[in-house]
């Protein structure tokens, strides 16, 4: 399984250290050693969405979407879907 390092051996934070900002984003963590996964959510069913995600003491390794590797960090997410954010413990 893809990401099973955060889905199935990670620990869950919801939002704890996870700074968003976005109209009808939501963002939520899960921790392993000195990775951290945020899934990013547009929960707007019609628009695509601007973000930003930071955490305190990570740097932003690579981002991922079903189906797409290849991905953006930054650019605007589109409407009800997912994106997974991996940072790196500085």
């Not at 945020?38 to 628009?47: G, I, K, P, Y």
């Not at 003491?57 to 189906?67: D, H, V």
């Amino acid at each position: 399984m893809q990401n099973a390092i955060f889905f199935r051996r990670g620990t869950f934070i919801d939002e704890e250290g996870i700074d968003v900002k976005g109209d009808d984003i939501l963002a939520k963590g899960f921790i392993n050693g000195n990775k951290l996964g945020v899934v990013v959510w547009n929960q707007h069913v019609t628009e695509s969405k601007n973000y930003s995600v930071s955490v305190a003491g990570y740097k932003l390794e690579s981002a991922e979407e079903p189906g797409n590797k290849d991905v953006n960090a930054s650019s605007p997410l589109n409407p009800n879907s997912l994106r997974l954010l991996v940072y790196v413990k500085n």
